[in-house]
T-cell receptor, first 113, second 114 residues
Framework: DQQVKQNSPSLSVQEGRISILNCDYTNSMFDYFLWYKKYPAEGPTFLISISSIKDKNEDGRFTVFLNKSAKHLSLHIVPSQPGDSAVYFCAASHSTNAGKSTFGDGTTLTVKP | EAGVAQSPRYKIIEKRQSVAFWCNPISGHATLYWYQQILGQGPKLLIQFQNNGVVDDSQLPKDRFSAERLKGVDSTLKIQPAKLEDSAVYLC????????????FGPGTRLLVL
């Protein structure tokens, strides 16, 4: 039973356009959500997070939206740059142990120049 | 500031052999995590330490996997005996104080079991 799902294994966008990565979760107890970026042969790097008390969080070109009723979150990257090409993981946790994150399987983003 | 260090970076063993991985977290970080990432999947938490105590090891296959964090700093993860399905990247991460903080990942150890 996969509690965090990223249904698109890959996404390709043109440089300068918007990238939208999606994530769905099934466990209604999750109240903290994170996005990580991973380059080949490196560990994941934290990108942005959102608490369930918010529905949007912004950090520069990156914005995460949370729809609790739909158990859905999305990461928007505007404008997309070639250096954004990486695997993006969505993760979720509960405040009883915020360190115990459940990860999705990732979406590979390719930004074409 | 130095990042999370892991060694070795790559390891190839035969099934039923033993293997150990080492992690040195960022200096001063209290919480340390070990993850298993199978190809095509996201990282799965195996064990979480707070200083030298175990916070969560519910997903650690305890019949063959063990981990320790002596003196609340470095940590080792051991597999004994290894199975083919243990082929994966083993990631170590640390966070400054508590579980709710940003986790910083090391580069991982890629294990291939033949």
């Amino acid at each position: 039973d996969q509690q965090v799902k990223q249904n698109s294994p890959s996404l390709s966008v043109q440089e300068g356009r918007i990238s939208i990565l999606n994530c769905d979760y099934t466990n209604s107890m999750f109240d903290y959500f994170l996005w990580y970026k991973k380059y080949p042969a490196e560990g994941p790097t934290f990108l942005i997070s959102i608490s369930s008390i918010k529905d949007k969080n912004e950090d520069g070109r990156f914005t995460v939206f949370l729809n609790k009723s739909a158990k859905h979150l999305s990461l928007h990257i505007v404008p997309s740059q070639p250096g954004d090409s990486a695997v993006y993981f969505c993760a979720a946790s509960h405040s009883t142990n915020a360190g115990k994150s459940t990860f999705g399987d990732g979406t590979t983003l390719t930004v074409k120049p | 500031e130095a990042g999370v260090a892991q060694s070795p970076r790559y390891k190839i063993i035969e099934k039923r052999q033993s293997v150990a991985f080492w992690c040195n977290p960022i200096s001063g970080h209290a919480t340390l995590y070990w993850y298993q990432q199978i190809l095509g999947q996201g990282p799965k938490l195996l064990i979480q330490f707070q200083n030298n105590g175990v916070v969560d090891d519910s997903q650690l296959p305890k019949d063959r996997f063990s981990a320790e964090r002596l003196k609340g700093v470095d940590s080792t993860l051991k597999i004994q005996p290894a199975k083919l399905e243990d082929s994966a990247v083993y990631l170590c991460a640390s966070s400054p104080r508590g579980p709710g903080e940003t986790q910083y990942f090391g580069p991982g150890t890629r294990l291939l079991v033949l």
